[in-house]
């Protein structure tokens, strides 16, 4: 006989039904995570709230003061993209991992428990800005006239981007090479994201072939 999903692993939309609502009144704590794993925010779900992420793709909480579902950005356009829920061992808590676009705490900052202390998920927090970028087209916008002029010029802009880093590894100085840095992880997290792909996709493949190695 089940038990219900696993702590730890990934859910299904078929597991909704084995998670403990009635503990707490039909609720369910939520801590949202970016992929990266820095916690962001708080919120706290009921059945349809978490039926509703899996159907959406974004994530959806209840709202205890205005007793009613609400999508997170249906107003800011700052959405979370829903990436996956575990439970923990007791099924009555959840932990919902996602790409933010944009800030996730209504004061305007990247999450609602301060700076996360893990430099390298600003480069999350950059691809979600680009994501938004690409998804408002704002006029004025440097990264949505260049995802306009497509793939191609994207991809010139990498290349270019990553002469411009090798010939400031031998000819500039520290500053120079880390500038020219920064452009480059911002033009290929562009061209990544035009292409329906993500850091995210990137770190697994390293991942994987460090683990292949040994």
């Known amino acids: 006989m089940s038990t219900g999903p696993a702590a730890g692993e990934p859910l299904n939309a078929s597991d909704i039904e084995r998670l403990d609502f009635d503990k707490q009144s039909g609720l369910l704590p939520a801590v949202v995570t970016d992929a990266a794993g820095a916690v962001r925010m708080l919120g706290y779900m009921n059945r349809e709230a978490l039926e509703e992420t899996f159907r959406r793709g974004r994530v959806v909480f209840y709202s205890r003061s205005r007793a009613c579902l609400w999508e997170k950005g249906e107003t ?14 007791d099924r009555d808590a959840l932990l919902i991992r996602t790409r933010p ?20 998920a600003f480069l999350l927090e950059l691809e ?12 004025g916008s440097y990264t949505a006239k260049l995802y306009e002029r497509g793939t191609t010029r994207m991809a010139q802009k990498v290349g270019e981007e990553g002469l ?13 090479l880390v500038a020219e840095s920064a452009d480059l992880l911002y033009h290929l997290t562009l061209l990544l994201l035009s292409r329906g792909l993500s850091l995210e996709r990137v770190t697994a493949e390293l991942r994987a072939r460090h683990a292949s190695r040994g």
């Not at 979600?128 to 006029?139: L, M, T």
């Open 164 to 176: 411009e880093v090798a010939l400031a590894a031998v000819a500039e100085d520290e500053e120079k």
């Open 101 to 120: 676009l944009g800030p996730v705490c209504h004061l305007g900052t990247s999450g609602c428990f301060g700076a996360s202390g893990a430099p390298l």
């Open 128 to 139: 979600g800005v680009i994501a938004e970028r690409i998804s408002a087209r704002p006029e």
């Open 76 to 89: 800011s356009g700052h959405t979370l993209e829903f990436i996956d829920a575990r439970t923990d061992c």
